[in-house]
């Protein structure tokens, strides 16, 4: 009998559809859209694997890490809101009361006022624990507790007054973690490109807050080479 040999790109497509398609979005309008690409980070296309960003420029195309794009965007913005003391709290229904051993306790309750300034509020709740009341809107209760605990490792770890801005910048980025949009949510067409806008409009965005880039991006001239039209 006669082998059939495969091509050497051959793939069954309807067998793994599932796996390769990305989730369809709704498009904007003509205008808005020609608009879009003439823009740094163009016009958004496409979500695939929940976290991926597809955008096509007027010179190729850009791939966006939602999540490392947005808690970029979400850090920025806090170290600006607690800097001007402005940065928005939400009240908890039910207080979140965590055990602390005395020196652990005694060293967080010490950073009250800068935890206040980044929308927590703290208070000591009898021996060994304190309550928290209010966390940063940005956040949802869904992870408060591991946020919590997060945090006051943070201040337990680095915490003294000598090195309060390191301790600031800690605790702002694991807010920032938190507060950001996760990988595996889909987006809008809408949420898409006002995330490629918000990163245009911010210089930082480029890398996420632990020096990884939160997009890269592929020229026409790249994409036509990989298919050998150069």
Same mark, same amino acid.
């Not at 709740?125 to 992870?143: D, H, V």
């Not at 490792?153 to 702002?172: A, P, Q, Y």
């Given at each position: 009998?006669?082998?059939?040999?495969?091509?050497?790109?051959?793939?069954?497509? /309807?067998?793994?559809?599932?796996?390769?398609?990305?989730?369809?979005?709704?498009?904007?309008? =003509?205008?808005?859209?020609?608009?879009? /690409?003439?823009?740094?980070?163009?016009?958004?296309?496409?979500?695939?694997?929940?976290?991926?960003?597809?955008?096509?420029?007027?010179?190729?195309? =850009?791939?966006?890490? /939602?999540?490392?794009?947005?808690?970029?965007?979400?850090?920025?913005?806090?170290?600006?809101?607690?800097?001007?003391?402005?940065?928005?709290?939400?009240?908890?229904?039910?207080?979140?009361?965590?055990?602390?051993?005395?020196?652990?306790?005694?060293? %967080?309750?010490?950073?009250?006022?800068?935890?206040?300034? !980044?929308?927590?509020?703290?208070?000591?709740?009898?021996?060994?624990?304190?309550?928290?009341?209010?966390?940063?809107?940005?956040?949802?209760?869904?992870?408060? %507790?591991? $946020?919590?605990?997060? %945090?006051?490792?943070?201040?337990?770890?680095?915490?003294?007054?000598?090195?309060?801005?390191?301790?600031?910048?800690? %605790?702002?980025?694991?807010?920032?973690?938190?507060?950001?949009?996760?990988?595996? &949510?889909?987006?809008?067409?809408?949420?898409?490109?006002? $995330? $490629? &806008?918000?990163?245009?409009?911010?210089? !930082?965005?480029?890398?996420?807050?632990?020096?990884?880039?939160?997009?890269?991006?592929?020229?026409?001239?790249?994409?036509?080479?990989?298919?050998?039209?150069?």
């Amino acid at each position: 009998f006669i082998m059939k040999s495969e091509q050497p790109h051959q793939v069954d497509f /309807q067998q793994n559809a599932k796996e390769w398609m990305s989730g369809k979005i709704d498009q904007p309008e =003509v205008d808005q859209e020609v608009i879009a /690409q003439d823009r740094v980070l163009g016009v958004a296309k496409a979500q695939i694997h929940e976290n991926y960003l597809i955008s096509q420029t007027k010179s190729g195309l =850009v791939i966006v890490d /939602q999540h490392a794009a947005h808690e970029r965007l979400v850090y920025e913005k806090l170290k600006l809101d607690w800097k001007e003391k402005r940065t928005e709290s939400q009240t908890l229904l039910i207080p979140e009361i965590v055990e602390l051993n005395e020196i652990d306790k005694d060293l %967080v309750l010490g950073f009250s006022d800068e935890m206040k300034y !980044l929308g927590f509020d703290l208070e000591s709740f009898g021996e060994g624990a304190i309550c928290i009341r209010s966390i940063p809107a940005i956040l949802t209760n869904e992870k408060v %507790v591991d $946020l919590i605990r997060d %945090v006051l490792d943070e201040l337990i770890e680095h915490g003294t007054k000598e090195i309060l801005d390191k301790v600031v910048d800690s %605790v702002i980025s694991k807010v920032a973690c938190y507060g950001s949009i996760r990988s595996g &949510r889909r987006l809008s067409s809408a949420e898409m490109n006002s $995330l $490629l &806008r918000d990163m245009e409009d911010n210089p !930082l965005s480029a890398q996420c807050n632990h020096g990884r880039p939160t997009f890269i991006e592929l020229r026409l001239d790249e994409i036509e080479k990989l298919f050998g039209r150069r």
